[in-house]
């Protein structure tokens, strides 16, 4: 849908500094439309908001953020999407503070797509990327749109997985629609972008500050069903999508890891709260009465059954191990422990972490 006349009065009043969408729902409380708020007198302004943002809003427009963002919006993908328009996501609507305008570049229909959000850590372990990938990629083969925060790690993983095969995702991003954060992620933002959507309430220019994350957080949650949490120390950001999530009625998911790991204390935590533990998709797909699609189940490649291998895998668990303790536990020499270690690594079986540390991956 393009950029319209009736859209205007949303985005210059979005665009007044200081204004935030908690005082732009005072307006439109009181005075019903974005047009009527800005053409108010300032005694008449002041009886709904501050006298400091009353000022603001008599004062000249910011025209040339306006005119910069009309701009934008002039690309075929770009959209603005406001509170007074019949696609805005119904889902977002529901929850306390909805954003006035969301700033869209991709598919506009996705808004209203049924919706997951997929969560975790920026650190994780080899075994949570194949979760995160595995996950999302039966969960969009399936009809689901995956949801994400584009943040490398748990995020990325989420995203590649949902455009794997002719899934959906949308990235909700903590900066303004025309930045990427992180810079090493801009390729997978261009393809969500011809092939999914990206979303942010934040206007053209707003860069990556700590403050807009745990508000992008809502809208991750507030577009979804459900979100997915897949690994997560005690005090990561996902932690803060989930409260969201529990905050705004939606169901609430967690994968289960080792009890060694503190990337999944935050995981273990949700479900001693009442999260659904799920081992594989199908189980959230059940919860919303979608019929699954096909396994997801990361593949493995295959392995020469040669002796160390053989004797060496039982004693390799999803708990990381280094080589010494491997060396107790099999009976092994050094040097054949590294051999069988090398074959795993190479069939996609282990993964090597920092620290000279292996896990189990399949």
Known sequence: MPFTSDQEPWLALSLVPEVGGQTVRKLLFAFGTPDAALRKSRDELERVIPSRQASRLVADPPQAAIDATIAWLTHDLHHLVTLGDADYPRLLLEI????PVLYLAGQRHLLGALALAVVGSRTPTPQGLDNAEAFSRALSEAGMTIVSGLAEGIDAAAHRGALAEQGSTI???GTGPDRVYPARNRDLAEAIRERGALISEFALGTRALPGNF???N???????????VVEAAMKSGSLITAR???DQGREVFAIPGSIHSPL?????ALIKQG???VESAVDILEEFGVEASRTDTPAAGSVNDCPEVVRLLPHIGYDPVDVDALCSRSGLPPEAVNAGLLA???AGRIALLPGGLYQRRV
Do not use: F, M, N, Q
């Open 344 to 346: 795993l690594e190479l």
């Open 264 to 268: 999944t204390k935050g995981c273990h």
């Open 218 to 228: 809502r809208i991750i949650s507030g577009l979804s069903r459900g979100c997915l």
């Open 171 to 173: 990235g909700v991003l």
């Open 96 to 99: 306390a503070d909805p954003p």
């Open 214 to 216: 745990p508000r992008r």
């Open 275 to 277: 999260a659904k533990l």
């Open 244 to 246: 969201c999530a529990l």
